[in-house]
């Protein structure tokens, strides 16, 4: 536990200072200054060995751990567990209980509540938690129940405008912190920002919130093999695929889920090793149609006519966020036609629980979000429907159409051609295409609330009937 009690430390310190005085005497008559001082340094350095360090906590995908603090480098923590050790990322951690036994800690900061401690952290080399603890000094989103532990409530603390807390004297008293620790001030303390460093791009889900997505998960998974007994679970680092298909396609379902994630993470400049779903997303996917029907209508709540009509859509009920894909089989289509579709309804859909979770649960206009999603299926299933929409919708302005999906863009579902949504796929490689920093903001404007017409102009100087216009040229 974190506390001041340090006698044992400081009995221990007198003892190998002691030590160290003696070996002194016998070497200044038998070797050079060189090893003199090589034992000075030697005594320093192991007076000052950091306590165990010992943190517990739960990670945004559900995983907890607990154990001693090997390594923090402010990206990755390194935790030795009873039975085994793991490497963590940091960005991931939502909460982050921390103790330390037999080490004094510094006094507060003047109105910082808990900066000792991360002062303490920050002097031991700790560097993602003395960081986290000082924003949640900052943000009061730290708790201390008994005398020496600390939790770090990171879910709460990225909740409040912390953008706003770094300015003043408890900022000049941090820098000054990490001045004396010869340490690099963090971007989020008011540090300048480099070339790796990435805002969050989405939001902390809470433990609690965590722990009731991941037991409705497992709940569905039941009732999904109560309808479809052949389902079994299949685990990605961020998914969980809950499959009526045979196993021979669980390998395959794996890999292109994690390259899709990768791809997207990609896209939006968002580093792969962070969890953006709260807990992971399920999915679920049958092979019989009647099966995905009754679970459509029994557990989804949807309408037997919708379900029926249905291929697959995403969906959400509060945080709990789900993918249902059907069966593709249709009449004269063989197995591997059937799962070229099933796959390319797959990457289509998880875009939208993607995008749905990206920055925040803001509304993306659907001309744009289709777009997206068949950008995606056409690059992982170049087989599927996705590039003949595309090349249908080019043949169509080449044959002097185009300005008729001007409505497209205020519709609140695009129409359901294949023209429409290779148009709709078209744009949104055409906005890529001129940088993918500008195409984030044009996202993030829309999920912040922003029309689309609005935000097309604030981030391209482009109104719905000019990109259209400009697209038009491009294709012909």
Not at 265 to 275: G, L, R
Not at 355 to 381: C, D, H, K, P, Q
Not at 387 to 407: C, D, I, T, Y
Not at 439 to 447: D, E, N, P, R
Request: aromatic share 10%; glycine share 8%; charged share 25%.
């Amino acid at each position: 536990m974190l506390t001041n009690d340090n006698t044992t430390q400081a009995r221990l310190d007198i003892a190998f200072l002691l030590l160290t005085l003696v070996l002194m005497r016998i070497m200044l008559r038998r070797y050079q200054t060189v090893t003199i001082l090589s034992v000075l340094l030697a005594g320093v350095w192991s007076s000052s060995v950091s306590a165990d360090v010992f943190v517990k906590g739960m990670l945004s995908t559900g995983e907890t751990f607990d154990g001693k603090l090997v390594r923090d480098d402010g990206r990755r923590l390194t935790v030795k567990g009873e039975k085994r050790g793991s490497t963590l990322t940091a960005a991931n951690i939502v909460e982050c209980m921390v103790r330390v036994a037999g080490e004094k800690i510094p006094a507060d900061l003047p109105a910082l509540r808990y900066s000792g401690r991360a002062k303490f952290l920050l002097a031991k080399g700790h560097d993602f938690l003395a960081e986290a603890a000082f924003l949640c000094a900052l943000t009061r989103t730290a708790r201390s129940k008994t005398p020496g532990e600390l939790t770090l409530h990171l879910w709460a603390m990225e909740t409040v405008p912390w953008e706003k807390l770094i300015e003043g004297q408890q900022t000049q008293a941090i820098k000054a912190a990490y001045t004396k620790a010869r340490r690099k001030l963090p971007v989020r303390l008011g540090g300048r920002k480099t070339v790796g460093w990435r805002p969050r791009r989405y939001q902390l889900p809470p433990p609690r919130t965590i722990v009731m997505v991941l037991e409705q998960i497992d709940q569905w998974g039941l009732e999904m093999k109560r309808i479809a007994p052949r389902t079994h679970r299949i685990e990605t680092a961020h998914f969980i695929i809950y499959s009526a298909w045979s196993k021979t396609d669980d390998a395959k379902l794996k890999g292109i889920y994690e390259k899709l994630y990768n791809a997207l993470c990609k896209q939006f400049d968002m580093p792969a090793t962070e969890n953006l779903w709260i807990g992971r997303l399920p999915v679920f996917a049958f092979w019989e149609k009647k099966d995905f029907v009754e679970f459509c209508v029994k557990i989804c709540g949807i309408s037997a006519g919708m379900a029926h009509r249905a291929s697959g859509f995403s969906g959400f009920r509060g945080a709990f966020q789900y993918v249902n894909l059907g069966p593709i089989m249709m009449k004269g289509m063989s197995k591997t036609q059937a799962r070229t579709r099933f796959y390319e309804l797959l990457v289509h859909e998880s875009t939208h629980a993607f995008l749905n979770r990206y920055i925040n649960s803001g509304y993306v206009t659907n001309w744009l979000n289709e777009g997206i999603a068949e950008m995606l299926s056409a690059t992982f299933v170049p087989k599927g429907d996705a590039p003949r929409k595309l090349q249908a919708a080019h043949a169509a302005v080449k044959r002097g159409k185009g300005m008729e999906l001007l409505p497209m863009f205020s519709a609140r579902n695009i129409p359901l051609t294949g023209e429409a949504y290779g148009a709709a796929q078209s744009l949104a490689r055409f906005l890529v295409a001129k940088g993918k920093s500008r195409f984030i903001q044009l996202v993030t404007q829309i999920k912040d609330g922003v029309d689309s017409d609005t935000a097309l102009d604030k981030v391209y100087g482009l109104s719905h009937k000019k990109l259209l216009q400009a697209w038009i040229k491009k294709v012909r």
